[in-house]
């Protein structure tokens, strides 16, 4: 997922901290959703493949927004 978060602050400016805490906003859920998308076809692993899929669905019904919380 870190080619996915680079492009991610590449296009809104947001660094997705992987040790902290990030405000991912409503508005930005599609544009996640579309990078993940773009991604898909460079994956050859089903396992990743699989994985992405799954967080393309959960991100669909998001409706107020996220808090990503690091590791």
């Given at each position: ?5 680079v ?8 660094f997705i ?5 990030t ?30 899929l ?7 019904i ?10």
């Open positions: 997922m870190k080619d996915i978060w492009d991610y602050k590449k296009l809104t400016g947001i901290d992987p040790y902290g805490k405000r991912i906003y409503q508005d930005h859920v599609p544009l996640i959703v579309s990078l993940i998308n773009k991604s898909l076809a460079d994956i050859v692993d089903p396992y990743s493949k699989h994985a992405r799954n967080l393309i669905g959960k991100l669909s998001v409706k107020d927004g996220l808090l990503a919380i690091g590791d």
